[in-house]
């Protein structure tokens, strides 16, 4: 069995082992999101920092990713996905479903390799 402090060492040695999730920052402003088409790492968990800069909620959908989130106003969320298979994953905004869109293409990209639109 291992004592306390040996348990605390192992987490820790664990967690610096891990593979540090990569983030992605999408913000939302006069509801549109910023970028509108992001593109991630295929088959990785990824992080979506989400800004709210409007004045007024809004709630983060999609049915293709299976995430739903409420964003306040002023306020931000994460919301992890993934893995992705390689492919495009369509968000919206619930509260403004006509201007709030964007779309997640999982690809496979070069390890710290970025694209957005």
């Known amino acids: ?18 593979k540090a999730v990569e983030e992605f920052t999408i913000e939302l402003k006069q509801h549109l999101f910023y970028p509108s088409r992001i593109e ?7 992080k979506l ?3 709210n800069l409007d004045e007024q909620p809004e709630e983060f959908d999609s049915f293709d990713l299976n995430r739903e989130k409420m964003i306040f ?10 893995p992705l298979k390689p492919g495009e994953y369509a968000f919206f905004g619930e509260y403004h479903p ?6 997640v293409v999982a690809s496979e990209l070069k390890q710290g390799e ?4």
């Not at 006509?98 to 779309?103: P, S, V």
């Open 1 to 18: 069995m291992l004592s306390r402090y040996s348990f605390i060492v192992l987490l820790t040695v664990l967690s610096l082992n891990a």
């Open 40 to 46: 991630v790492p295929a088959n990785q968990k990824v």
């Open 49 to 51: 920092i989400i800004h």
């Open 73 to 82: 106003a002023g306020r931000k969320a994460i919301i992890f996905i993934g």
């Open 98 to 103: 006509n201007t709030a869109r964007g779309l």
């Open 114 to 117: 970025q694209h957005v639109d």
